[in-house]
């Protein structure tokens, strides 16, 4: 099949006869029959389970963040207890994972490249075993920060990886609910170590804190077996020539054959790959590669020259790396992290006091955290990304004002007030909730789109980059600046920076929903990509495909 994308919304009027091709040869096929949803306005019924099942193993790259996030709330506490440390290691302890991920995030666009989106995942589950049982046997603050560094590379190289893979796996039509599984997981991890917090609070303080942090060996083991089971990613494998290993995958994430054909053909166009018009088919065998044959002369593509384009960019790449950088930094910069891993903090300065009242009242975050990330999942192919996102920035920006009252009303307050106590439990779980369905899987389905198949690797870890410099600030320096200005006026600046999300959301996303990877890129090439500058309503058109008939 040879296809050809036409930078325009199609015109119905178009005809064969208009375009002047040979009967009975070509076809004018639109985008959405293409990807199996003859409505563009209706979602597919169902996904691919083997592409549910793969997303899922990649996606427990991200439940080692999350645990790490939702544990150390906790851990954090028996550790002051057992090792003595002062507020300054706390805050370093806790934020050294964000900073120290930056090397993992670094490096992991370029592993990818050049071992492939599986291995590096696999890479990842193991640095991360690596520091897990480090910190789970850790004698001394020292070595406890000696595994937490290794946890943070692991970290690092997961954030990358894990959507990058599920979006050049996924088709268009589930690629926006799968590759919101990783911040599903993330959620899950986190509402696994409140759990295992309250339950081995009771040990003994030298041993309780180590299990909660020694725990996390188990999801990286799982993930180091899951690897083994899963396919690599076709636009990585086409990129290294492998045409016939990428038509295979392919063929088991496509409903039918057709569409298999008609994905390879865009990844192809995408990576600058020619063939012959039956280069790529398999016949009528589609469990054999016997013939569809690798294509002999294009080199193979590791990511070579990709940061000398990042660092000068295009003006199209400036477009994309404006969105992306953008959305990574106030995704953290409304101060989610500091919600999350000092949310005991939070609560004890509402007025909680008891050991016991602080672990359930950080559960009830983590159950809120985690539901609402799965309605994002189920809207997010629906709805779309931008007004998810817009609803998310709004929802987090009156949550943090809320916050921000409470904590006024109780530091100026001589009496302890049930009802502020209340209330800044509910705003809590109000802001982690409006964060999950929207801003918390959205940032990293962004990152994973919008960027060519050249740079998505490497771009997708500057984005990270950005994100892990913003969270490591906000974690390490929360607790001075709440000393400074005081909670509520700490909640105060995250509410500001929280409005200016709203705004650079409005002005420069643009809605993705229901196009393939290859679209979103040639819509960021055309004209229309000008509109980004003007904050009008953004979304992709319909693509028409010249499709050979076979």
């Not at 028996?78 to 120290?100: A, H, K, R």
């Not at 990818?112 to 890479?123: E, K, N, P, V, Y």
């Not at 918390?440 to 050249?454: A, D, H």
Request: contains cysteine; aromatic residues 8%.
């Amino acid at each position: 099949m040879m296809m050809m994308g036409w930078g325009h919304k199609r015109n119905p009027a178009v005809s064969n006869e208009d375009l002047k091709l040979p009967a009975g040869k070509y076809e004018l096929v639109n985008s959405n029959s293409i990807h199996g949803n003859s409505n563009p306005s209706s979602p597919k019924n169902s996904m691919n389970k083997y592409v549910v099942a793969c997303a899922v193993l990649a996606s427990m790259n991200s439940i080692l963040l999350g645990y790490d996030i939702g544990v150390m709330s906790g851990a954090i506490i028996f550790i002051q207890e057992d090792l003595n440390i002062t507020e300054v290691e706390e805050e370093v302890l806790i934020g050294s994972l964000n900073i120290v991920s930056l090397v993992g995030a670094a490096i992991a666009g370029r592993t990818s490249d050049a071992i492939g989106r599986r291995w590096t995942m696999a890479l990842a589950a193991v640095i991360f075993l690596m520091g897990a049982a480090t910190m789970g046997l850790a004698p001394s603050f020292l070595l406890l920060m000696g595994g937490r560094l290794l946890a943070g590379i692991g970290v690092g190289f997961a954030l990358v990886i894990a959507p990058v893979y599920t979006a050049e796996l996924a088709p268009a039509s589930s690629r926006g609910a799968l590759t919101s599984l990783p911040e599903i997981f993330i959620n899950a991890g986190i509402l696994l170590g409140y759990i295992s917090n309250y339950f081995l609070s009771g040990l003994p303080v030298h041993l309780s804190w180590r299990l909660m942090l020694g725990l996390g060996i188990v999801p990286s083991f799982l993930l180091g077996l899951g690897v083994l089971a899963m396919p690599e990613s076709p636009r990585w494998l086409v990129m290294q020539n492998r045409i016939q290993e990428a038509m295979l995958v392919l063929l088991r994430t496509s409903d039918d054959k057709t569409e298999a054909d008609a994905r390879l053909a865009q990844i192809m166009d995408a990576a600058g790959v020619a063939a012959d018009d039956d280069s790529h088919k398999t016949g009528g065998h589609e469990g054999t590669s016997s013939d569809a044959p690798n294509l002999p002369n294009p080199p193979k593509n590791h990511g070579e020259g990709v940061w000398l384009e990042l660092l000068r960019p295009t003006p199209t790449v400036r477009r994309m790396l404006i969105i992306v950088f953008g959305i990574q930094f106030f995704q953290q910069a409304s101060g989610i992290d500091a919600t999350v891993y000092y949310s005991p903090v939070v609560f004890k300065e509402a007025g909680i006091h008891s050991q016991e009242g602080l672990l359930v009242a950080t559960i009830a975050v983590g159950f809120a955290k985690t539901g609402f990330i799965l309605v994002a999942t189920f809207l997010i192919d629906r709805v779309g990304r931008r007004p998810l996102l817009l609803t998310s920035a709004i929802g987090m920006t009156a949550s943090l004002i809320a916050l921000a009252l409470g904590f006024s009303f109780i530091e100026n307050s001589s009496e302890s007030s049930e009802g502020a106590v209340l209330l800044a439990i509910l705003a809590v779980c109000c802001n982690v909730a409006f964060f999950s369905i929207g801003l918390g899987p959205i940032c990293s389905i962004l990152g994973s789109e919008i960027f060519p198949l050249r740079l998505r690797a490497q771009a997708a870890s500057l984005g990270v980059i950005v994100n892990r410099i913003i969270s490591g600030t906000v974690a390490m320096t929360f607790l001075s600046v709440s000393r400074a200005i005081t909670v509520a006026g700490t909640f105060s600046l995250f509410a500001g920076l929280s409005v200016l999300c709203v705004a650079f959301i409005y002005s420069y996303v643009p809605e993705t929903k229901g196009k393939t990877l290859e679209e979103i890129g040639a819509y960021f090439d055309g004209e229309e990509a000008k509109r980004l500058s003007q904050g009008a309503e953004l979304e992709l058109g319909d693509t028409t495909y010249l499709v050979q008939k076979n």
